[in-house]
């Protein structure tokens, strides 16, 4: 089965850069994806991540190594609207590769 | 409008009710899914449909039933409600595709009492 884990809260500054930890244990890994979270609202996707690497789009970007099991979502130029949830899914062989499994999600509180 | 539209976005309902949300798509994909989403415990998923004759269980289907009623139609029935039901719930679709994203509706909150 998955096991993915990421911090339950975080809080920085207007401004400020803020990195978002996910690590995940699971069987053939194919794939994490990034999504965004404002308070009731839909999820919206952010990013997503198959290779090793860096994969930058704008103030977003998202880092991940396979081998590590580990991703993280960096934020750079903080703003107040960048306070929400931020969920970590991965797709892997234990659903088919059909279905996205996710996080718990860390809520991010940016302060001014 | 919205391309994933589910109905309606509140309800409460009494336990041992069966209620049904329902969720539409002018999208244009294939692939449904309907998840819920806890305090804590995240987006889990309910059941999936990659196409009208394609039902499957995810997660946590018990004490939910699903039907596709077309390409754009998804429902999720609860036979009997009950108050640890309570809960957002979540439609979603995507296309075929290992990279594809998921695109979510507006969510329905439900509240059994």
């Not at chain 2, 004490?63 to 009623?69: D, E, K, L, N, T």
């Not at chain 2, 998804?74 to 695109?103: H, K, M, R, W």
Request: hydrophobic residues 30%; glycine residues 10%.
């Amino acid at each position: 089965g998955q096991n993915i884990d990421q911090p339950t809260e975080m809080t920085a500054t207007e401004g400020a850069i803020v990195q978002i930890n996910c690590t995940y244990q699971t069987s053939g890994f194919n794939g994490l994806f990034w999504y965004q979270q404002h308070a009731g609202e839909a999820p919206t996707f952010l990013s997503y991540n198959v290779l090793d690497g860096l994969e930058e789009k704008g103030r977003f970007s998202s880092f991940l190594s396979r081998s590590k099991g580990y991703s993280y979502l960096l934020l750079k130029e903080l703003q107040m609207k960048d306070s929400a949830s931020y969920l970590c899914a991965v797709r892997d062989r234990a659903s088919g590769y059909s279905t996205l499994t996710f996080g718990k999600g860390t809520m991010l509180l940016v302060s001014p | 409008d919205a391309d994933v539209t589910q109905t309606p976005r509140n309800r409460i309902t009494k336990t041992g009710k069966r209620i049904m949300l329902e969720c539409s798509q002018t999208k244009g994909h294939d692939r449904m899914y309907w998840y819920r989403q806890d305090p804590g415990l995240g987006l889990r998923l309910i059941y999936y449909s990659f196409d009208v004759k394609d039902i499957n269980k995810g997660e946590i289907s018990d004490g939910y039933s699903v039907s596709r009623q077309a390409q754009a139609k998804f429902s999720l029935s609860l036979e009997s409600a009950i108050p640890n039901q309570t809960a957002l719930y979540f439609c979603a679709t995507s296309v075929g595709g290992l990279d594809s994203e998921a695109f979510f509706g507006q969510g329905t909150r439900l509240t059994v009492v």
